[in-house]
């Protein structure tokens, strides 16, 4: 087991409550503390916030596995794992939010 790092992407639509940014953040660290693989971290942020009530949540995980840098391959690529629910489930909806995270994603540099 080799840890992997990365960002997370959460859009989602309230049900007349919104969530307060560092309530997102202890949601993704809640699941990221643990051991913990990206399929099931992505799915599991989704879903907990899909519970509280919320019209539709999308979470987009991008990540560097250092098993795949450190061993067998040796490349840097960067996983992406996406888990969709409720309004988001929808083709359209799917389209737009992904549109909006790539446009927002390529014109942020750091």
Known sequence: MLP??????????PNGRVFGISKLVRLV???SKRLQIQERLTKNIAD????????????LADAEHFCMKMRGVRNDATLTTSAY?????NKEE?????TMIRRR???TSL
């Open 4 to 13: 992997f790092f990365g960002k997370i992407h959460i859009v989602y639509s």
């Open 29 to 31: 660290e809640k699941y």
């Open 48 to 59: 907990e916030l899909f519970a509280q009530g919320v019209k539709g949540v999308v979470v």
């Open 85 to 89: 629910r409720g309004i988001y489930e």
């Open 94 to 98: 799917k389209e737009s939010i992904m």
């Open 105 to 107: 994603t390529s014109d």
